[in-house]
């Protein structure tokens, strides 16, 4: 078999609190789906094994294709990875990545020395 590689259709749609990435990916499950953090930049990467195996009398064939993919998707600094859901559901993978909150100034407050 030819590897092939997966060019999923990716979505990404984003709002005031969040950032929704959605990926088409037919036949793939949870085990065939990683997706890592580093550095502001979160990887998606898929890899599709199939076996298929036809006996005949005279001949037996097994069929393996193998189709993969990686998508790379920058994302705001300060993204805690720890608050990221990704589900998979009839081949369609959603990852939502809450946007991290805008850094506030504190306010210190000034006291005499005493």
Do not use: C
Request: hydrophobic share 35%; proline share 6%; aromatic share 2%.
């Amino acid at each position: 078999g030819l590897a092939t590689d997966l060019v999923p259709s990716t979505d990404l749609v984003e709002n005031d609190n969040e950032i929704q990435i959605t990926a088409e990916l037919p036949g793939l499950e949870e085990k065939d789906v990683q997706i890592n953090l580093a550095d502001n930049m979160l990887t998606i990467k898929g890899e599709k094994k199939a076996e298929k195996e036809e006996k005949d009398k005279n001949y037996r064939l097994v069929e393996r294709s193998y189709g993969s993919f990686s998508r790379s998707i920058e994302l705001p600094p300060g993204v805690d990875a720890g608050t990221i859901k990704a589900s998979i559901s009839k081949g369609v993978l959603t990852v939502v990545i809450p946007k991290p909150a805008p850094a506030r100034a504190k306010k210190i407050e000034v006291k005499s020395a005493a």
